[in-house]
Each structure stands twice: as C-alpha cells, then as structure tokens.
C-alpha cells in the first residue's frame, strides 16, 4: 500500500474488528434484548416504563420493536441502561478483514477492468493469451489494493 497513514488505519481497524470476531457465530434472543433482560429480572412492563420515564405503553412498544430492528440504537443504549446493563455493538468483516476486502474487491474489479481491454483487443484480433490476461489481472489487483481508490466501491 503506498499510503503509510492508509495502511495504518486499515491496521488499527482490523485490530479493533477482531475483538467481535468470537461473536460471529452469535444469535440474538427470538424476542430481542429487552424482553429477555425484563423477564430475566421479573420486571414489569410498568417498571421498566418506569426507569425510562416513558408510558407503559411506549416500553411495550419499544420492546415489541426491537426484534423487527425499528428502534434506534441511542433507544436501545436507553433501554439497556434502565435495565443494568452497557449495550456494546460493532460490525465484523464478511471476509476475514478489512484488508482481505479490500483485495477481494480489487481482484473484482481487475478482473472486470482486464476482461473489457481483452474484449476490444479479440474485436480487433489482437487477443492476448490467458496466461497474459491472469498476469495483467494479477497486476491491476496490486496496483487497486495499493492505491484503494474511490470507484474501488461503485
């Protein structure tokens, strides 16, 4: 990567990204957090109402909501607190890093900048051989994942 401060965030990420990786094969209760914590701890709909300063109702809905993903996560960060607890959340890589994503787009697009110039040139009977074509590939991935330019994600 020829951007050192790049290189460096993309590092620091990883790092923190990796704290969550234990997590991943983590399933969410059926009903959400806030029903599992309430009846946990033989709270009542009105308690916790209650300790967030909101109607029965509005503590009802809110936790009827959360399971479907409709609350905010400052609405759930208020919900946590009122039951004793910290709501902690972060985001883990579909591949295994930052980094690893950043080279498998790359080889997409490679591949996809390779294939057009290799399509004109065979229109125009100068086709290149496929061991040519997977080197030049190879080639445009490096120079991607060095660069990480912006239409890397169009």
């Known amino acids: 990567m020829k951007n050192t401060k790049q290189k460096l965030l993309i ?10 990786k234990p997590l991943e094969a983590f399933t ?3 009903n959400g957090w806030i029903h599992m914590l309430r009846t ?6 009105r308690q916790l109402a209650q300790r967030l300063k909101i109607s029965t109702q ?3 809905s809110l936790e009827k909501r959360e399971p479907e993903g409709g609350i905010s996560i400052g609405l759930l960060k208020q919900a ?3 039951l004793g607890m910290k709501l902690v959340y972060g985001f883990i890589p579909k591949d295994e890093s930052i980094e690893k994503m950043i080279e498998r787009r790359a080889q997409e697009i490679a591949e996809e900048i390779v294939s057009r110039t290799s399509n004109t040139m065979k229109l125009e009977d100068q086709e290149n051989s496929k061991l040519r074509i997977k ?3 190879k080639q445009k991935a490096e120079e991607l994942t060095d660069e990480i330019p912006r239409y890397l994600w169009d």
């Open 11 to 20: 590092e620091q990420t990883d790092k923190k990204l990796e704290a969550f």
């Open 28 to 30: 969410v209760p059926e």
């Open 40 to 45: 946990s701890l033989n709270m009542s709909f």
């Open 58 to 60: 509005a503590a009802y």
């Open 80 to 82: 946590g607190n009122a």
């Open 135 to 137: 080197k030049a590939i």
